[in-house]
Each structure stands twice: as C-alpha cells, then as structure tokens.
C-alpha cells in the first residue's frame, strides 16, 4: 500500500495550499476569496470562481447576521447538516424544514415542489437570516416571491442550487434583485458548496 498523509491538520494545509495555488483567486476581494477557496475545496473544481458571483456587501452582512444570533435557513438537510455548528458564532439555529409532515400536503395543495412549500414554515424567522440554497432551484425561486410578497428580508442569500431546470434561471434572478447574494452561475452548485460557504462566513479560520 502506497504511503498516505494521516493526519488531518497537515491535509488541510495542504489542500488549502493547493487551491491557493491552483485558483485564479486575483479579481475577489479578500472576504469573498476565501469564501471561495472553501468553496473549491468542498467540489475540487478549481474553476469555480470562473462562475462566482456576489454583491459586494454579501460575507460582511452574512457574517454580521451570525454574530447577531440569526438563524442559517436551509432548503435541504444535506445543507444544514454540512454546517459546521462549531464554527458558528452565536450557537446559531440551523433550520431546514422540508422533513415536516405537513409539507407534502402543504406542496400538493399549492401546487408546487416540496422544496418551495418547506419555505412557507419559515415564517418571521426569514428577516434578516442567513439563507443558504444548496439543491432546489424552486426553493430560491419562492424565496424571491416571498421577498416580494413582503414575508421578511434575509440579510444574506447564498443561493447555489445545482441542476439542469431552472438552476441557472434562479440563480440570475437572485442576482439581479437587490438582496445581498452569493451565487455560481450555471448549472453548477450543490449542497456541499452551500455548506461550505456559511462555514467559511461563520469563521475566518481556515
């Protein structure tokens, strides 16, 4: 058997390193680079940043919300559970509705995904929370609509669903509204990416 690093500080250096190294990290700002290189390090895609796109405010409000004690509002449980709860300033709630009972009938009588009804259960907790979209393109589509609808104002939007219907289209609309936002434009994002962001906002530390 091939010899192999175990211990796991020296490959998170390492990894760190790499991606440092290997990713055009030169037109992000500080805060937003290394919400990225975590980012690369949860896909391994180095060219991720080629997709990334953000407003210029979106880690300082994301990051001011978690020390306020906001809660991290989740579409999937793949999401919340790939948050780092010991990273998180103010023993933040995570939350992720969409394993309610009520949800599927909630969905059928809408007439919409599950993903998008979950949404509904937030109630007065989506003001000025941290939104992370890591799955459905429907959940970040509803969560405009109820901005619109004023149900409550997120202080930051990290929306990356990944898939090939209605990702894309999502995630330009978030960028074009006038909520702070982080997105990876495309058909590219996932659960892991979204987890990696609110784990790099929650704290500074490599």
Same mark, same amino acid.
């Given at each position: 058997?091939?010899?192999?690093?175990?211990?796991?500080?020296?490959?998170?250096?390492?990894?760190?390193?790499?991606?440092?190294?290997?990713?055009?990290?030169?037109?992000?700002?500080?805060?937003?680079?290394?919400?990225?290189?975590?980012?690369?390090?949860?896909?391994?895609?180095?060219?991720?940043? +080629?997709?990334?796109?953000?407003?210029?405010?979106?880690?300082?409000?994301?990051?001011?919300?978690?020390?306020?004690?906001?809660?991290?509002?989740?579409?999937?449980?793949?999401?919340?559970?790939?948050?780092?709860?010991?990273?998180?300033?103010?023993?933040? +709630?995570?939350?992720?509705?969409?394993?309610?009972?009520?949800?599927?009938?909630?969905?059928?009588?809408?007439?919409?995904?599950?993903?998008?009804?979950?949404?509904?259960?937030?109630?007065?907790?989506?003001?000025?929370?941290?939104?992370?979209?890591?799955?459905?393109?429907?959940?970040?589509?509803?969560?405009?609509?109820?901005?619109?609808?004023?149900?409550?104002?997120?202080?930051?939007?990290?929306?990356?669903?990944?898939?090939?219907?209605?990702?894309?289209?999502?995630?330009?609309?978030?960028?074009?509204?006038?909520?702070?936002?982080?997105?990876?434009?495309?058909?590219?994002?996932?659960?892991?990416?979204?987890?990696?962001?609110?784990?790099?906002?929650?704290?500074?530390?490599?």
């Amino acid at each position: 058997m091939s010899e192999y690093i175990r211990e796991g500080a020296e490959i998170y250096r390492q990894s760190f390193a790499t991606i440092r190294a290997e990713t055009d990290l030169t037109r992000l700002p500080p805060d937003v680079a290394q919400v990225a290189v975590r980012m690369v390090h949860a896909c391994g895609m180095t060219d991720l940043v +080629d997709d990334l796109d953000w407003s210029p405010g979106v880690v300082a409000a994301a990051r001011a919300a978690l020390r306020r004690g906001a809660p991290v509002l989740c579409d999937a449980m793949m999401v919340a559970s790939g948050v780092t709860r010991a990273r998180l300033p103010a023993a933040n +709630d995570v939350l992720c509705t969409l394993g309610d009972p009520g949800v599927p009938e909630l969905a059928e009588r809408l007439g919409t995904t599950r993903s998008a009804a979950a949404l509904e259960l937030w109630g007065d907790r989506l003001d000025g929370a941290v939104v992370a979209v890591g799955n459905a393109p429907t959940a970040l589509f509803r969560l405009l609509e109820m901005v619109e609808e004023g149900a409550g104002r997120p202080a930051a939007v990290l929306g990356i669903p990944v898939g090939f219907i209605g990702a894309a289209e999502s995630k330009r609309a978030l960028a074009d509204s006038d909520l702070e936002y982080l997105v990876v434009h495309g058909r590219r994002g996932g659960s892991a990416m979204a987890a990696a962001a609110v784990n790099a906002i929650a704290n500074e530390v490599e």
